[in-house]
């Protein structure tokens, strides 16, 4: 079968996030002061063959794991869409 991992990854809670910082900072200067917090990440989408979503998933992160994320400063999130 055919999947597509939606990949999202984003700093780590409490670990410094200067661009969050500066994208926050610009915001209130622009009158958005309603957006206190922004946490800046990536975006990937990986498109996979597998024998199901389960183990679409498990290679998924095995390639976060292994090198799409930092395992030290970054958490990830994994979404498997089946593919026609």
């Given at each position: 079968?055919?999947?597509?991992?939606?990949?999202?990854?984003?700093?780590?809670?409490?670990?410094?996030?200067?661009?969050?910082?500066?994208?926050?900072?610009?915001?209130t200067?622009l009158?958005?002061?309603?957006?206190?917090?922004?946490?800046?990440?990536?975006?990937?989408?990986?498109?996979?063959?597998?024998?199901?979503?389960?183990?679409?998933?498990?290679?998924?992160?095995?390639?976060?794991?292994?090198?799409?994320?930092?395992?030290?400063?970054?958490?990830?999130?994994?979404?498997?869409?089946?593919?026609s």
């Amino acid at each position: 079968m055919k999947f597509r991992a939606h990949i999202r990854i984003l700093p780590r809670p409490g670990l410094l996030d200067p661009q969050g910082q500066a994208i926050a900072h610009a915001l209130t200067e622009l009158d958005f002061s309603e957006a206190s917090t922004v946490r800046v990440g990536k975006a990937i989408e990986v498109d996979l063959e597998a024998a199901n979503a389960t183990a679409a998933t498990r290679r998924v992160r095995a390639m976060c794991d292994t090198l799409l994320a930092n395992p030290v400063t970054e958490d990830f999130r994994i979404e498997i869409e089946t593919l026609s």
